[in-house]
């Protein structure tokens, strides 16, 4: 077996060699789209250049995103089932105390990180994040999930991203517009909706990898 590591070796050097070479080799200046973005901010429906290319410009590489991190969830349910509600010991008082001054300021910062993502550094998978820590949280202290949250409320709550992602897509090429592309009076509210309903599913979809098999209202 001592061979097999020995081989190894030879491959993980040339493959850092390969990457170094690469990075070395980059031109010190690129010719890259920021000016095309520039000029057409102002039809995007937000200020800030990042999030009008992921929700706008470029929104179908979003969509599969959310799309790939609902299909990680569904590989990990694949593993098997567990109950929803956790019957074990408590959690103690500090965890008690620390979620209950936690999660309230996690959720005024997801609220935060979504609002100020059309004009400065944030959006939907930021919030999403932040908004899953509160909800991993909220697990630790409450144990698992509430009976009857287990089932059609959490689903919805995970799909609903992607399926507004995708009304909105069908929407468009409905009025005779291509995939994604918003008209430029409601490309604003469109994208404050999207990721807003994103905001919920991504957090939603980490607090669930968080509990690991798909969870069930059994005891």
Known sequence: MKWRRWLLLPLILALAAGLGYTVLSLPDQVQGLQGAVADQLEKSGVSNPVTAVLLNFRGYDTLLEMVVLLLALLGVWSLGAQPAVRTESDPGPVLDIL??????????????????????????????????????????????????????????????GVATFMAIAALALQTGRQLLEYPPVQAGSLILLIEAIATVSIGVTLATLFLGAAPTDKE
């Open 99 to 160: 979620t209950r001054l936690l999660v309230p300021v996690l959720v005024l910062v997801a609220a935060y990180l979504l609002w100020a993502g059309a004009h400065a550094p944030g959006g939907a998978f930021q919030a999403g994040a932040v908004l899953g820590a509160a909800g991993v949280l909220w697990i630790l202290t409450c144990g698992r999930l509430q009976h009857g949250l287990a089932r059609l409320p959490l689903r919805i709550a995970l799909v609903a």
